[in-house]
């Protein structure tokens, strides 16, 4: 599972990715897929009447919508559309590697050593960058 921190101009496609948990690839498993709104608000009579969710039954004023495999497409081909910069990397320190999300490797690297300073914190910036390696996931 990855996530990125992602906002979507698309208000409509932005419903989908924060529903699936804002994932790389839409196509695959995700560790969420459900959307809550207010079930008798104009939000839930859009998604009732879309092929991109199922589900909207009222459960105490409240709806929970799934987004369908449609729906997963449809976002899939949004964010080729826009180009979303975001990719996979993987980054190799000290034998270990780690898959991170990023728009570019520099970022994937700083990413890295955010991660692994939290519990390595003697580890200077400068010996970091010397010992990991990026590239980019297939």
Same mark, same amino acid.
């Given at each position: 599972?990855?996530?990125?921190? #992602?906002?979507?101009?698309? %208000?409509?496609?932005? =419903? /989908?990715?924060? &529903?699936? !948990?804002?994932?790389?690839? +839409? ?13 008798? !608000?104009?939000?839930?009579? %859009? ?8 589900? !909207?039954?009222?459960?105490? @004023?409240?709806? $929970?919508?799934?987004? $369908?495999?449609? @729906?997963?497409? &449809?976002? $899939? *081909?949004?964010?080729?559309? /826009?180009? *979303?910069?975001? =990719? &996979?990397?993987?980054?190799?320190? *000290? ?7 990023? $728009?570019? +490797?520099?970022?994937? #690297? ?10 390595? +914190? ?9 010992? &990991?390696?990026?590239? #980019?996931?297939?």
């Amino acid at each position: 599972m990855t996530q990125i921190n #992602r906002y979507l101009e698309d %208000e409509h496609m932005d =419903r /989908i990715d924060h &529903a699936l !948990g804002r994932p790389l690839d +839409p196509m695959a498993e995700t560790y969420r897929n459900h959307y809550v709104t207010d079930a008798n !608000g104009t939000e839930a009579e %859009e998604m009732r009447a879309s092929p991109l969710w199922r589900g !909207g039954n009222d459960v105490t @004023g409240m709806a $929970t919508f799934h987004v $369908t495999g449609d @729906g997963c497409k &449809a976002l $899939t *081909d949004h964010l080729k559309q /826009i180009r *979303d910069p975001h =990719r &996979a990397f993987v980054v190799t320190f *000290d034998g270990f590697d780690a898959t991170v999300v990023s $728009t570019s +490797p520099a970022k994937a #690297r700083y990413e890295y050593w955010l991660r692994v300073s939290d519990c390595w +914190p003697d580890l200077k910036f400068s010996e970091f960058l010397r010992g &990991a390696k990026v590239l #980019r996931a297939v």
